[in-house]
């Protein structure tokens, strides 16, 4: 996994959390929704990542 890549999916993610929490304190559930979405889609990147990883070493 490129550094960049790494760094772009952990920053997506982070963001998710806090549209999450942001969304939970402000009752606003498309904001709260939208947070987990952006955090699972960082985690499938960051899986597919990895995959490509396993099959260069």
Do not use: C, P, Y
Request: glycine share 10%; aromatic share 4%; no cysteine.
């Amino acid at each position: 996994m490129s550094a960049t890549d790494k760094i772009k999916n952990t920053g997506q993610s982070v963001v998710g959390k806090v549209k999450e929490a942001v969304g939970k304190g402000k009752d606003d559930e498309r904001l709260e929704t939208e947070g987990r979405a952006d955090q699972t889609s960082a985690d499938f990147k960051q899986a597919g990542e990895h995959v490509k990883d396993a099959f260069k070493h």
